[in-house]
């Protein structure tokens, strides 16, 4: 039989190499390529490549290759499974898939293990599961579902990091979940690379994934984030599962959000709210109003916006200090949004609003540990510096959302009467809206609405 060979993939493109070079031939990147396996593949011929074995993982059988007429091909609307927690399966579009792999990721101590220890013990009420960990000895695992109030008995552990070996026990075990707690635990006997290498950490997913496509078995991928936002090296682990979900908040807050960043089964974005308690995550079905800082009366520097992040409108604090900087080059610091998106709003707020703040530090937070990522949010962070800059509170009551443009236009985003529906069912009195967003009759219920087409007349409603 052909023995497997090894490749070099870079982790950007991932194009593939049968020597190892320091500058990707393809895109350019430097150091990115690391050492991969590649299946000899049974029909494809020699010159397989990694893509192509990648890609008959996927489509299964390589025999079978008749053209069909797409409205002729048996399909079943995928049968769900309910994870038990409602909005794990918001989150999961509905509940999880079979033969589905999904990595979750987060930082170390966001609670990723609790999330998935829940999961699996509800679910293997009527799928068998299997917790394989590789960062916790099994009486850590068993000591914190026992502390959880968990019933154990339908779920079995494994501690163990050789994926080999976890699929010789989830051969004859046959669970149709299995959990890898983590992904960077894991390593094969493929490779020489040491555990933890990104050429590991990719190989034993792909097994994984191999593995759940050929079975049915559904998989859970742990990923701690590293320091540069990627899973175990960038963006690596990303194109193989079917979904991709991240697991936020702020180590000072008990609310956690999740959020699919990816997700062939659902909507994107789409989130999940849970707060933590000492039983463990609990759901938080009607968010809406959580991420405000609960201060009493109005702040300078504050201003609530009302994002849509996923189908539900969420009522949101931003906060911002604008302070005169010692430094030469003075700092923007934003924390829940992009930094690249408040350096364009804050030459904006220049160019159009005729408010310069070159000369200070501009630190933007939003509140909770949520993180923002439509354009929305840009007039409600504008209106936040502007505040404190001037050092004087919104009016009390107000509410804001808008897309700004570089001419200094205020741009509408979807579903705005949505969005201040809910700022006015959770008693705001006044709301900065772009023009194109605003509502029939001009206003809802007791709440004024005041359209803006540009920046200028936003900052002077304020
Ligand atoms: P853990 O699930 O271990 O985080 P991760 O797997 O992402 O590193 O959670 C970290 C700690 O927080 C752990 O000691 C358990 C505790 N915790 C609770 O007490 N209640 C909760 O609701 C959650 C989510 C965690
Ligand atoms: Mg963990």
Redesign the pocket.
Known sequence: AAKARTAYVCAECGADYSKWQGQCGECGAWNTLSEFVVEPAAKAGAGASVAASRRAGWAGRADAPAVTALKDVRHSEEARVGTGIGEFDRVLGGGLVPGAVVLVG??????????LLQAIVRMAQSMPGLYVTGEESLSQVAG?GARLGLPLDGVHALAETCVERILEHAASMRPALIVA?SVQTLWTEQLGAAPGSVSQVRESAARLVRYAKETGTSVFL?G?VTKEGGIAGPRVLEHMVDAVLY?EGESGSRF?VLRAFKNRFGAVNELGVFA???K??REVPNPSAIFLSGSRGPQPGSCVMVTREGTRPLLVEVQALVDSSPLSNPRRVAVGMEQNRLAMLLAVLHRHGGIAVGDQDVFVNVVGGIRVQETAADLPVLLAVLSSLRDQPLAEQTVAFGEVGLSGEIRPVPNGEDRLKEAATHGFKRAIVPKGNTPRGGRIGEMEVIAVERLSEALDAA
């Open positions: 987060g930082d170390p101590g966001i609670g990723k293990s609790t999330l914190r707690d742990v701690h697991f956690r933590m308690s000492d463990g995550l």
